[in-house]
């Protein structure tokens, strides 16, 4: 089952918190501008792509593992965007991973603490507009990817559980060029109940 149905035509995602609900994390103004155009771009432009494409009854993860070019690089930011902003609630101080998940990451990284540090450090050397990511592989196993553009860990058979976006428009408005800045925030808006249904 594909994380987003659709009718020949994707929706944007449904999301279970408000514009300004992130804040200070994630501003409005960033949330508007990153939600409501980068990512409704990403969806008109799927759309537009989709009649003869061959890819007009896949669902977002085929499309993602089995096309190029111009629709993978929006099939891949709609998955890749609605993961993304899926993933959080509002900001909560000393918010942790509990139970499976919690688990899992002190198996594959020796702690949080620990994977938190490795996280943030392959989301702030990633060269360039890409992603970060925290997946499972087919047995299970933790594992932290970079990503570069569009694309996300389905195109190497990983299960994505977490993302980190470190395109410029996920963080300029609010941190200016502060990468590192804005990835250590982040931590305090994700919703590890939604990671570990992924899980
Ligand atoms: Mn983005």
Same mark, same amino acid.
């Given at each position: 089952m594909?994380?987003i149905q659709?009718?020949g035509k /994707?929706?944007?995602?449904?999301? *279970? &918190? ?7 994390v994630?501003?409005?103004? %960033?949330?508007?501008?990153? &939600? ?7 969806v008109?432009? =799927?759309? *537009? ?13 085929d ?8 629709? /993978? ?15 959080f ?8 991973? %509990?139970?499976?998940?919690? *688990?899992?990451?002190?198996?594959a990284?020796?702690? /949080?603490d620990? /994977?938190?540090a490795?996280f943030?450090a392959?989301?702030?050397? =990633? ?6 990511w925290?997946s499972?592989? *087919? ?12 694309d996300?860990?389905? %195109?190497?058979?990983?299960?994505? =559980? ?6 410029e428009? !996920?963080?300029?408005?609010? &941190?200016?060029? !502060? ?5 250590? !925030? ?8 939604v ?5």
């Open positions: 594909s994380i659709h009718d /994707f929706l944007m995602p449904q999301l *279970a &918190y408000g514009a300004n609900e992130l804040s200070p994630i501003s409005g103004e %960033t949330f508007e501008y990153h &939600y409501g155009k980068h990512l409704q771009a990403y008109n432009n =799927l759309n *537009a792509a989709l009649p003869g494409s061959g890819f007009e009854n896949s669902t977002l993860e499309i993602v593992k089995k096309s190029d070019g111009g629709i /993978f690089n929006n099939a891949g930011q709609v998955l890749n965007h609605t993961l993304y902003f899926q993933q609630k509002a900001p909560s101080e000393g918010n942790a991973p %509990t139970g499976k998940i919690a *688990a899992a990451i002190d198996n990284f020796g702690s /949080f620990k /994977f938190k490795e943030e392959k989301g702030v050397s =990633l060269f360039g507009s890409g992603w970060v925290l499972a592989d *087919a047995n299970g196993k933790l594992v932290i990817t970079q990503n570069k553009n569009a996300n860990p389905v %195109t190497a058979n990983l299960r994505p =559980l977490l993302t980190f976006d470190v395109w428009h !996920a963080y300029y408005i609010d &941190y200016r060029n !502060a990468r590192a800045a804005h990835l250590k !925030a982040l931590w305090s808006i994700i919703d590890w109940k990671i570990e249904e992924r899980f």
